[in-house]
């Protein structure tokens, strides 16, 4: 069994900045790719930005600049530093994490979703 518990959420006015985590537990042999999604009301849900395990970066082109991904692969957490934020910011964010774990005598390898935080800018 995995759980990602994300934090960091809230309201801030445009030009502020927020933090978020999200951290994954439970029986978990290794972590391969971790990131961030959201989706804002009536759109579909976007990449934001992603991390290998390697370190390597991905952003989508609205947050470049802006937003920045780490990981702590010790603490099993990525983390999504988002500054200068804009109102089409607004969105729930969620965690996604590839991973590996193991149940019932067995490895299982997929990709697991946080529960979402909220994210709202005010102009």
């Known amino acids: 069994q995995v759980q990602l518990v994300e934090s960091g959420g809230g309201l801030v006015q445009a030009g502020g900045s927020l933090r978020l985590s999200c951290v994954a537990s439970g029986s978990i042999r290794s972590i391969n790719d971790m990131g961030w999604y959201r989706q804002a009301p009536g759109k579909q849900r976007e990449l934001v930005a992603r991390?290998?395990?390697?370190?390597?970066?991905d952003y989508a082109d609205s947050v470049k600049g802006r937003f920045t991904i780490s990981r702590d692969n010790a603490k099993n957490t990525v983390y999504l530093q988002m500054n200068r934020l804009k109102p089409e910011d607004t969105a729930v964010y969620y965690c996604n994490v590839y991973l590996t774990y193991y149940r019932g005598g067995h490895f299982y390898t997929g990709t697991h979703w946080g529960q979402g935080t909220q994210v709202t800018v005010s102009s």
């Open positions: 991390i290998t395990s390697g370190g390597s970066t």
